[in-house]
Structures are given as structure tokens and as C-alpha cells.
T-cell receptor, first 116, second 117 residues
């Protein structure tokens, strides 16, 4: 069975600090997909990134970067120079290669608060 | 292009009442799904559909029914509401690429907050 663990329930940092959100996953499949979603205080879920299990290259998008390490089953998310607008709940999710069911297994989320 | 829309945004029900949560998408996505979000538990899959006329159960289907008569719409029905169904409900949709086994990005609606008294 697949499982996603986000051990950090809540994190608070002062604005402009860097912060890393941890995500550890479990799956028996060799082909799988990992996602990060952001849920701001307004409540919607915003897609941030999708990564497949064959692509271990780190990715950077502006102040956001993702570190995917299959050896440790981790897909961590770093925000550089954090801003107040980054305050949100962040979810890591896993999807196995199971055509016909795009089921996402979510972690329990990390609530990030950026203190001005 | 409205994306995924959900109505209502907020609803209060009494135990035993029934209601339908509406979900629609205008992206011609084959796959649609319903999740519920509860504190400390992330999101859990209720039901999903891979196309019109085809639905299946997810992780927590009890107490909910779905149908998919069109590509655009995927309503979720609560037959007899219970306080345990107090939650935030999200509808999501995605493409299903026949050449790619799973892993499509799902796009979520704004959510429906349901309170069952």
C-alpha cells in the first residue's frame, strides 16, 4: 500500500528565511508520480509540481525548489527567501502507475506560517 | 475557461437529510474524482470516474453515491447525512492519456464545506 508522511505538522519562520518541507513516501511500484499542492488560507488546492519516478533531477522554479531522492524515498520542497504569501498548508501526494485510477494518496500536510 | 467548479460553497444539514454536491469541469477531462479533507488526515478519495457512465469506489465510499451521465458533471450524493460526514469536499479532474499509465496532474475545485448537525 502506498503511504505519504509529512512529519512536520507546523513550521513557523521569519520572512526571508529559507524553509524546507519534508515528504517521505512508501510504494511498491517502480513507476510512480509525486506531487506538491499548496492550500492557502482561502482553501483552494493549487498544483505546484509533478515528478515521475524516473526523473531524479532536482527542479527549481523561482524561489521554489524540489529535491527528489529515490534512495531515501523523499521528495522535499524548499522555499528560498520566504514571503508572507507563502503562508499556507502544503501537501505532498503520491500516485502509482495504475491506469484507470488516478488516485492520489496525500500526506497530512504541513502548515507553514511566515512571520513578517 | 472556468476549470473545476463546485456548488454550494457551504452547506448545513441536519442528520438524516440528503443532498447533492455539484461538480463540473469545462476542460474535457475524462477523469473526475471526489475527495474529503478532514483535520489531520489529508485528503481521502471517496469515488472516482474514468468517463461518462463509469464510476468506482475510492478509499472512503460509504454513505456516498455518484453518477457520471456526462463528461462535464460528476455530482456527489449524500443519501442520509451523518455528523461524521462533516468535512470539506473537493472535486478534481484530469486527463487520461492512453499512452501514459497514471500520474496525470489533477486540478481541484474550490471545495464545499459541509456541516452536519
Amino acid at each position: 500500500a502506498q503511504k505519504v508522511t509529512q512529519a512536520q505538522t507546523e513550521i513557523s519562520v521569519v520572512e526571508k528565511e529559507d524553509v524546507t518541507l519534508d515528504c517521505v513516501y512508501e510504494t511498491r511500484d517502480t513507476t510512480y508520480y509525486l506531487f506538491w499542492y499548496k492550500q492557502p488560507p482561502s482553501g483552494e488546492l493549487v498544483f505546484l509540481i509533478r515528478r515521475n519516478s524516473f526523473d531524479e533531477q532536482n527542479e527549481i522554479s523561482g524561489r521554489y525548489s524540489w529535491n527528489f531522492q529515490k534512495s531515501t524515498s523523499s521528495f522535499n520542497f524548499t522555499i528560498t527567501a520566504s514571503q508572507v504569501v507563502d503562508s499556507a498548508v502544503y501537501f505532498c501526494a503520491l500516485s502509482e502507475a495504475n491506469f484507470g485510477n488516478e488516485k492520489l494518496t496525500f500526506g497530512t500536510g504541513t502548515r507553514l506560517t511566515i512571520i513578517p | 475557461n472556468a476549470g473545476v467548479t463546485q456548488t454550494p460553497k457551504f452547506q448545513v444539514l441536519k442528520t438524516g437529510q440528503s443532498m447533492t454536491l455539484q461538480c463540473a469541469q469545462d476542460m474535457n477531462h475524462e477523469y473526475m474524482s471526489w475527495y474529503r479533507q478532514d483535520p489531520g488526515m489529508g485528503l481521502r478519495l471517496i469515488h472516482y470516474s474514468v468517463g461518462a457512465g463509469i464510476t468506482d469506489q475510492g478509499e472512503v465510499p460509504n454513505g456516498y453515491n455518484v453518477s457520471r451521465s456526462t463528461t462535464e458533471d460528476f455530482p456527489l450524493r449524500l443519501l442520509s447525512a451523518a455528523p461524521s460526514q462533516t468535512s470539506v469536499y473537493f472535486c478534481a479532474s484530469s486527463y487520461m492519456n492512453p499512452g501514459l499509465a497514471g500520474g496525470q496532474t489533477q486540478y481541484f475545485g474550490p471545495g464545499t464545506r459541509l456541516l452536519v448537525l
